[in-house]
T-cell receptor
């Protein structure tokens, strides 16, 4: 597509429920990133996918968080047993290059609210 | 680990005036990349300007320019002739180069433009 598409735009969920956040990167971009933006904080790296290589999951905050990328394109971030501290904006980005030296193109994010 | 510090949580500027947003960073690398991203209420992070550390010349994009002081590890953004559409969160970001894919972000500066 023309840009990075994320869905849903907003999600309200009850504590303890599972949620799935979707990211559709720009066509031809092999690198895909997930970041979390909490209120008053900068962006926190979560996970990086590059082509068919094993993802870098070093930023995932707990084992309740997981992500996959199917067919080298669409990615899903799953949060199990959501907690109130998971409330944040989850941003997805993609890039044509495997390195970040030209920055990324971001989507508009999913605002997750856990009540 | 690299850190990026934005010491001004909020700034304001009169329309048509000039404002400077500050950013400092910590690194032991000699070649790296710096960015300023703009995040309007739509939440989509937009790349404003990019600087390559090995280039002495300060990057410029229309009304946006940077003052890159490598020795001082300072990377400030100057917005000239401020417009209402410039109101947004601005994030400074760092990439260590050498194939690294991560961007490290500061906590952001909220810029208000007063008509």
């Amino acid at each position: 597509g023309a840009g990075v598409s994320q869905s849903p735009s907003n999600k309200v969920t009850e504590k303890g429920k599972d949620v799935e956040l979707r990211c559709d990167p720009i066509s031809g971009h092999t690198a895909l990133y997930w970041y979390r933006q909490s209120l008053g904080q900068g962006l926190e790296f979560l996970i990086y996918f590059q082509g068919n290589s094993a993802p870098d999951k070093s930023g995932l905050p707990s084992d309740r968080f997981s992500a996959e990328r199917t067919g080298g394109s669409v990615s899903t971030l799953t949060i199990q047993r959501t907690q109130q501290e998971d409330s944040a904006v989850y941003l997805c980005a993609s890039s044509r290059r495997s390195s970040g030296d030209y920055g990324y193109t971001f989507g508009s994010g999913t605002r997750l609210t856990v009540v | 680990a690299q850190t990026v510090t934005q010491s001004q949580p909020e700034m304001s500027v009169q329309e048509a005036e000039t404002v400077t947003l500050s950013c400092t960073y910590d690194t032991s690398e000699s070649d790296y990349y710096l960015f300023w991203y703009k995040q309007p209420p739509s939440r989509q992070m937009i790349l404003v300007i990019r600087q390559e550390a090995y280039k002495q010349q300060n990057a410029t994009e229309n009304r946006f320019s940077v003052n890159f002081q490598k020795a001082a590890k300072s990377f400030s953004l100057k917005i000239s002739d401020s417009q209402l559409g410039d109101a947004a969160m601005y994030f400074c970001a760092y990439n260590s180069g050498a194939g690294s894919y991560q961007l490290t972000f500061g906590k952001g500066t909220k810029l208000s433009v007063i008509p």
